[in-house]
């Protein structure tokens, strides 16, 4: 599959199916083995999540190994690598040097689209059972999540909608499945707005493993907070953590840090995804 995988560009159409296989196949698929489990081996329940997660990807894999059968059997189609990276003037370096700090310039930027918002119950005793399962949270949350969800939803989805409608539309409908897939809104904003980041930076330089580095960067950094910092409340953000007289400032600071190496990224990377791509029917 793995040396098949170029030639599945999935439509919109398509697309949806494969992010509603995920969200709801892989949710009720990924239920019943927590469930199972939790009867069945209590004593490994910390790190079932270890177990659970890589299971909701099972549907759409099957749809996507279904697709490929009947393409392969087909005409030729034109090949279209994940992983293909070009970085322009700015290089690869760079880039991650200039991701670390953009990423928590985001999250300041973007707190108060959902600081308002209750967490809700579920997430909140998810977030409990981070601090009381730490090595089977880091690896399904830092690890698992960037790498399986990235290949997913750029790799896979924003990849193919490339080749099917603008680079616009394209990263839009790709960020809004990403975001949809985390089935609430308190996460599905902010997973909105980061995968717009991730898309573009995959538009412009074709590296898989740079949206996986920034969905790390991300998750990682909501996993050291909860960690480090258990007795905070799970609703604190920046403006509880920043004190008064100061949030105003660093919010304006984060905004124009955030624009201004958005700014620079755009003007020194070249050669996007979308020239290497033929639109096709």
């Not at 990235?150 to 539309?169: D, M, Y």
């Amino acid at each position: 599959m793995n040396n098949k995988i170029k030639y599945y560009l999935p439509n919109l159409s398509q697309s949806w199916i494969l992010t509603i296989s995920l969200t709801f196949g892989g949710s009720i698929l990924g239920g019943v083995l927590n469930i199972l489990i939790s009867a069945y081996f209590p004593q490994i329940t910390g790190y079932a999540q270890l177990l659970t997660y890589p299971v909701i990807f099972i549907p759409p894999a099957l749809l996507i190994t279904h697709e490929l059968r009947s393409l392969m059997a087909g005409q030729k189609l034109p090949a279209i690598k994940i992983d293909k990276p070009h970085f322009g003037r700015l290089g690869v370096y760079m880039t991650l040097i200039l991701l670390i700090p953009l990423i928590l310039s985001i999250n300041i930027v973007t707190e108060p689209l959902t600081h308002w918002m209750g967490i809700p119950d579920f997430l909140k005793e998810f977030l409990e059972q981070i601090k009381n399962n730490k090595i089977s949270s880091f690896i399904s949350i830092v690890l698992l999540a960037p790498l399986l969800e990235e290949l997913f939803c750029r790799g896979i989805l924003l990849r193919g909608l490339l080749a099917h409608t603008t680079p616009v539309k394209a990263i839009v409908w790709s960020s809004l499945m990403f975001a949809i897939m985390h089935l609430n809104p308190w996460q599905a904003i902010p997973a909105f707005i980061l995968g717009i980041l991730m898309g573009w930076i995959y538009w412009k330089t074709h590296s898989i493993w740079i949206a996986i580095f920034i969905h790390f960067i991300n998750n990682g950094t909501s996993y050291l907070i909860t960690i480090l910092f258990p007795d905070l409340p799970l609703e604190s953000g920046f403006i509880d953590i920043i004190p008064g007289d100061f949030y105003p400032a660093i919010y304006a600071l984060a905004l124009i840090f955030t624009a201004s190496i958005i700014f620079f990224m755009y003007k020194s990377y070249d050669k996007p995804i979308s020239t290497e791509i033929q639109t096709y029917s």
